[in-house]
């Protein structure tokens, strides 16, 4: 196979602080994940504590563990890789061809369920997960790590045209941290694909269904306020999966390259902050008035409807903009041939789809009480996420549509929130 030497591209614009940011992030996020984790299991839940409750390091390594690690990934490829549901086209790439992608998520995510019912029926203690969890997460970091190590690696083997635009700096701390490969793949097998939404999503609530099992084993019963968080987490799971051909018009596919970022947010990340609340309450147990319930599960639904209607709206709009949903709305034409569409969703803010997602994530929350913050990290830290993501979007639409994109602000002024922000 021929090595490639790619020329850097030329000005590109590095963001997440730039160098800094690469060096200091993959070191920093990490340890966030396994302090947040650590906290959680103590009886203050104080996430500003002195003494910080380190563990010692024999909490963090467990051969079991790596197995467990090793075997889910192991499951969920096969699953991958099962001739069942359709296949999917993704967006025309740089060279004018189209990339196919198995559409089976939905049933990877049934199947698992289905073994894991088996496996509890059987006797096997989900809840020895959450005694598990540092060592977990310590091994999936470290399979975050090697993975981006190999897509650094086998970058160089790429043709140019397969690099992402913003990937390609020729600075190798930065181009390891945000990905020179736009879709690395191993046959037809898509790497950045798969690790989307299959490992760590669904790993995410196979730990909060261990959470719930761990209630039991010390209380009995499952409490309302984890069946809450159960319930909500595992629809938006659930919604992601059924509804996995939206993926392909992310800006994670479209846009970014395949590199430590995507790799330890999708492995990691995920899986280990996303569920905290869960992790909480095994420790911390709340008591929730059926009206207090009821004002969250509202609050969770009104979320979730603007979060699955607007992403749908423009997934709609983007495949076929004739289509008889969508055929009504106002759009504003741009130089690139591509319509904006500026009624419905889209001309309520500029991301109705982040308002959606963030009052979902607040429902998350609230269901912990409010005398601690570790719950209410997600919301907060996803809010921070998005505001940062929205402005990146923001960025590269105003350098692909130019005068259109300002035409849109100007008709759409509000960004997430109406007359807020
Ligand atoms: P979006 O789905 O918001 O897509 C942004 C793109 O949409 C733009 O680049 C542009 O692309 C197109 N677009 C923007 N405005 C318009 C318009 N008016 N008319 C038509 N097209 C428009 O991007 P994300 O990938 O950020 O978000 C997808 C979903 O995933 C969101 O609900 C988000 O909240 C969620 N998410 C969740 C995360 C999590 O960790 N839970 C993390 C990140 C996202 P183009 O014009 O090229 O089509």
Redesign the pocket.
């Known amino acids: 196979m021929k090595l490639n030497k790619h020329k850097p591209a030329q000005h590109t614009e590095m963001e997440f602080g730039g160098t800094l940011g690469a060096a200091c992030i993959p070191v920093f996020l990490p340890l966030t994940v396994l302090y947040l984790l650590s906290v959680c299991r103590t009886p203050g839940g104080a996430l500003l504590q002195w003494p910080p409750p380190l563990p010692h390091s024999t909490f963090l390594w467990d051969p079991v563990a790596v197995a467990i690690i090793v075997g889910w990934i192991g499951l969920q490829s096969a699953l991958y890789l099962l001739p069942v549901g359709k296949e999917s086209e993704g967006l025309v790439l740089r060279d004018g061809s189209k990339l196919k992608y198995p559409i089976n998520g939905f049933h990877a995510l049934c199947v698992t369920a289905v073994l894991l019912a088996v496996c509890v029926c059987l006797g096997m203690p989900l809840g020895y997960l959450f005694d598990l969890v540092l060592p977990l997460a310590v091994c999936a970091v470290g399979v975050s790590y090697l993975l981006a190590l190999y897509l650094y690696i086998r970058s160089f083997w790429a043709p140019a045209n397969q690099l992402a635009l913003g990937g390609n700096t020729g600075n190798p701390l930065y181009d390891f941290f945000i990905g020179r490969e736009l879709n690395p793949r191993i046959g037809s097998f898509d790497l950045k694909f798969f690790c989307e939404l299959r490992p760590g999503l669904i790993g995410w609530v196979v730990l909060n269904a261990a959470m719930l099992m761990k209630e039991v084993e010390l209380r009995g019963s499952p409490s309302l306020a984890m069946l809450m968080i159960n319930s909500f987490q595992l629809l938006y799971v659930t919604d992601a999966l059924w509804n996995e051909e939206a993926v392909l ?4 596919i479209v846009h970014d390259g395949f590199g430590f970022m995507l790799a330890f947010g999708d492995l990691a990340w ?1 899986p280990f902050t996303y569920g905290l609340q869960a992790m909480f309450l095994v420790i911390h147990p709340q008591t929730l008035s059926p009206l207090s319930a009821l004002g969250i599960i509202l609050l969770n639904g009104v979320g979730y409807y603007i ?1 699955r209607k607007s ?1 749908s709206q ?1 997934n709609q ?2 495949r076929d903009p004739t289509h008889k949903s969508v055929a009504h709305l106002e759009t504003i034409a741009t130089a690139t041939g ?1 319509r ?3 009624s419905g969703w ?1 001309g309520f803010v ?2 109705p ?2 308002l ?2 963030i009052l979902m994530a607040l429902a998350w929350s609230l269901p912990c009480g409010v005398s601690h913050i570790l719950p209410y990290f997600y919301v907060i830290y ?1 809010s921070v ?2 505001v940062h ?1 929205e402005a990146r ?1 923001e960025r ?2 105003r350098a ?1 549509y130019g005068l259109a994109w300002d035409t ?1 602000c100007r008709r759409v002024p509000y960004r997430i929130i109406p007359y807020i922000y």
């Open positions: 018009t992310t800006m994670d995920v979060f992403n423009k709009f983007r591509k904006l569409l500026v889209w500029r991301h789809n982040y959606g997602d996803f996420l998005l993501r979007d590269q639409c692909k849109y």
